[in-house]
Every structure is written in C-alpha cells, then in structure tokens.
C-alpha cells in the first residue's frame, strides 16, 4: 500500500544523465515502477523500451546495440528504436505483434528523459532548454553532477521548492520574502528574494544584499534553481549560481534526484562557489530523514508565512490526470 493518496504523477523524468549513456551502452533503469532498458545506438540516438523482450521475455538489458538496434541475448531478435522488430535472423516472416513497448525519450540539458503516463498518452508539452547547459556556455564553468536516492515522492521533494519557512528552520538558511508563484499550464514559476550579508548561511545581517532566486519547473520531474546577484568572498565579485533537479520516480515512494550545478565562471574562480557547492550538496541530507518518517497531510493546517503550498498542489494535481 503507498502512503501516498495519488499514484506517480505523468511527464518527463530523468533516465541517467547524457554522460553515462556511451554509444552502445545498455542498461537497466526502474522507471515508474517497471524496468526499462535504456540504449545508445551507433549513430548517438537514446532509446528506451520494456525490458522483457516481446519473443519469450529475456532480459533486454542483456542485450547488445547492433547499429541502430537492440539484440536480444537470447534468440538475437533485433529491435529498432522505435520499437519495430527489424530482425529475426532465423525466421522468413516477422510477426506482426513482433513490436517492443518504447516509451517517449528527450534528450535535453545533459539529461536523458523519459515520458510516463500510466495510460499511455503521448506527450503533450516539452522540457525546456537551460542556459548553462544548453545554451550561454561561455559564462558558465563545469558541471557538476549529483545523485540522491531519496525514500519519498516526486511531489513531496517539489513542494519542498515553493516550502518557504523550512529553508530558514531545517536548512538553516536566511529568512526568504514572501514567494511569487505563477502557474501556466505545466509550467510553475517561482521567484523569490532574501537578504543576507553571507551567502546562504545564517548570521548578522549587515551591508545585505538582495539575492533573487527564480524556479521554474517544466511538468512535475524538472526544475531550475537560479540564484542570481550572488556575492563572491572577493569584494566585487558577483554572479550566478545554476542548479538544474530533474526526478526519476523508482516506486510510488522512492525518488532518484539528479543535480547539475554550475557556477557562472566569477563564481567558480572565487571560494564562494566551493561553499555554495558544498551547502547545496549537504543540504538535501537535511531533508531525507524528515520525508523517510513524515506522513502526507491531504489537508494541511497552513498559516501566511508557508509560501504558496496550495497553489503548488493544485498545480501538481494535473499531472494525476
Ligand atoms: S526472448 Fe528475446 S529473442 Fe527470444
Ligand atoms: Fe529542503
């Protein structure tokens, strides 16, 4: 039994990321509750299809990239990426039935994402490019790649966004300004501003400066986080901090949640990038016990200081749908 009222919400969700999808690599994911097998052809295309193969159900993850297809292990029959059987190297006449269940895949912002929806409604919007990652390479340094296996859902670790008064009392933040949430379809957008004198940490507030942080989510599994007017250790410098999160629901109730952070480059060359890295990294481990033992409050006692919990959910509740 979930502890959750609603099952895994549909849209796009992370795979792995790009750089660990090789040409010709094949692998397992547990996406949405079901195993996946997930390849790179020759020519660079991501795919991703049921992991039991259509003929006698072997393990595709077994399998081998044969050009632009996926050879079963176990009677080498070849499936395209569209799921079309394109070989049965023993047979004259290729079923009919012979066709892999595929799901929808974008590649996108060093991210290979996949499509749920539980009746199998194609997709209806798209994930958005990211500058930083996609685009205005020039301003930004390296990306830095992280992992978090976490024991709740993708709506719980997305209300933790727009969850204004925690920041301050589980993370120790400075206190944040009241937030302005938009909605507009899949898309929620966030903007939010706090003043403090030492980036992100709590302490004397003196000679403060305001920073404005803007979330924006495409759909229920990817947001980007940027912190813009951000202050280096050395005076005068100032920039621009990227994190890109981007959810895999496993089961009803386990999350993978992958990072991209980048610094704009006045960042990365001041020590205050190596403390933002480290607080943001750290921060997350914050949460985890808290969603392990907290119960889902369907209605919540709220006061004016939460943040815009409730337009949240409402939001969210479309991708139930
Ligand atoms: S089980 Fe895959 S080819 Fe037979
Ligand atoms: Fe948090």
Redesign the pocket.
């Known amino acids: 039994m979930s502890k959750f009222p609603f099952p895994i919400p549909h849209g796009w969700f992370g795979l792995c990321f790009s750089h660990e999808l090789k040409t010709e690599d094949v692998k397992k994911v547990r996406f949405c509750g079901r195993d996946l097998v997930v390849f790179r052809t020759e020519s660079g295309e991501a795919a991703a299809m049921d992991n039991y ?6 393990p ?1 993850n077994q399998g081998v990239v044969v050009g632009e297809t996926l050879r ?6 070849r499936w395209a990426t569209d799921g079309r059987c394109a070989e ?1 190297p023993y047979a004259k006449r290729i079923p009919d039935r012979a066709v892999a269940e595929t799901v929808p895949v974008q590649e996108i912002n060093g991210m290979v994402m996949a499509w749920h929806h539980p009746d199998g409604r194609e997709p209806y919007f798209d994930v958005q490019a990211v500058a930083g990652l996609e685009t205005g390479q020039e301003e930004w340094g390296e990306v830095h790649y992280f992992e978090h296996d976490l024991p709740t859902c993708a709506q719980e670790i997305s209300e933790n966004d727009v969850d204004a008064a925690h920041f301050q009392f589980l993370h120790g933040m400075p206190a944040m300004n009241e937030a302005e949430a938009t909605t507009d379809g899949p898309l929620k957008r966030t903007v939010q501003t706090f003043l403090t004198s030492d980036n992100f940490t709590q302490g004397e507030v003196e000679a403060a400066t305001e920073y404005l942080t803007i979330r924006e989510s495409d759909g229920p599994g990817s947001t980007s986080v940027w912190a813009k007017n951000v202050a280096g250790v050395t005076p005068g410098v100032t920039g621009e901090f990227l994190l890109y999160n981007v959810t895999t629901p496993v089961e009803d109730d386990r999350t993978i949640l992958r990072w991209s952070i980048l610094l704009t480059k006045s960042l990365e060359q001041d020590d205050m990038g190596k403390t933002l890295l480290f607080s943001f990294s750290e921060g997350v481990k914050d949460d985890i016990p808290i969603w392990r033992d907290k119960v889902y409050r369907e209605n919540p006692v709220l006061c004016d200081g939460d943040g815009p919990i409730a337009l949240h959910r409402k939001w969210f509740s479309q991708f139930y749908e």
């Not at 193969?53 to 072997?58: F, I, Y």
């Not at 079963?72 to 029959?77: E, I, L, Y």
């Open positions: 193969c259509p003929h006698l159900g072997a595709l079963c292990p176990f009677h080498h029959w049965i």
